[in-house]
């Protein structure tokens, strides 16, 4: 009996200092600045940043440490992956939380082409299977990987103003899949009504597919028709690019991402 209470003491002394040796490096790495050069990489890469507070440039740092520490990036089609990809993917993936406690807990791998990529689709309408050979220039899966090509992640990042970029999309339904499931209703902020964000989202939703529909312009793009997790994933991509639009044509869509991220963008302006 005793060497078996010995055993599992030491079993508990052993998993309790991993707990601290992780939760150590994981404190180090979130206050520890980017070099210089570090920074003026992001900084060419994703000009959205030269806009961060002095204060949130300092969580984007360490945010992006912790990030490139738990994150594998791997080059497909020949592609060389540089530092300078992972950290403009980085900072891009981090921008979204840089001031929520929010976090990608299940992922740990992107994969990076060169351009578009050819991904098969499967459906299932009862006993009927069809699957179909698509073009993307991303994909999120559950539990990750992250899929991008570096073409269009590239060229969304330093067009900061036309409300599309593939990073913030593809890493907005990363945030999604932490609730379990990616259908638009991520976790929420402490203090953020379900009921509100659903009623807020639904009636949101349903214009937005109204006015598709028609034909009408619509500040948020029209593939957030095509289902409640992809009107949540471009409506990220507009809070952070287009703040001021999207505050204007959809306000309590806005405040509600607002509320999500701990953010006003729209101030950075």
Known sequence: MYVVLVILMLIGAFVGYRYWSRSQIRSRLLSTPLSDRDQAIIQAHVPIVRKLPSDLRAKLDGK????????????????EVTEDMQLSIAAQACLLIVNSDLWYDNLTTVLIYPNAFKSRQRRHSGYVVTEKEIVRTGESWDRGPVIL???????????????HNVVFHEFAHQIDDLSGGTNGVPVLAKGQSFAEWERVFL???????????????????????????????????????????????????????????????????
């Not at 090509?149 to 990042?157: D, F, N, R, T």
């Not at 349903?206 to 997790?229: F, L, M, N, P, R």
């Not at 869509?253 to 950075?268: E, G, I, N």
């Open 64 to 79: 992006v440490n912790l990030f490139l520490e738990q994150v594998d990036f791997y080059g497909c089609d020949g592609l």
């Open 149 to 163: 090509s570096w073409a269009h992640s590239e060229q969304g990042a330093l067009n900061e103003h036309d409300g």
């Open 203 to 269: 009636t949101a939703y349903k214009a937005h597919v109204e006015a598709v529909e028609k034909g009408s312009s619509t500040v948020i793009d029209a593939y957030g028709a095509e289902g409640h997790e992809e009107f949540f994933a471009v409506s990220v991509e507009v809070f952070f690019e287009r703040p001021l639009a999207l505050k204007k044509s959809v306000p309590e869509v806005y405040a509600q991402l607002s509320q999500l991220f701990h953010l006003d963008p729209a101030t950075w302006q």
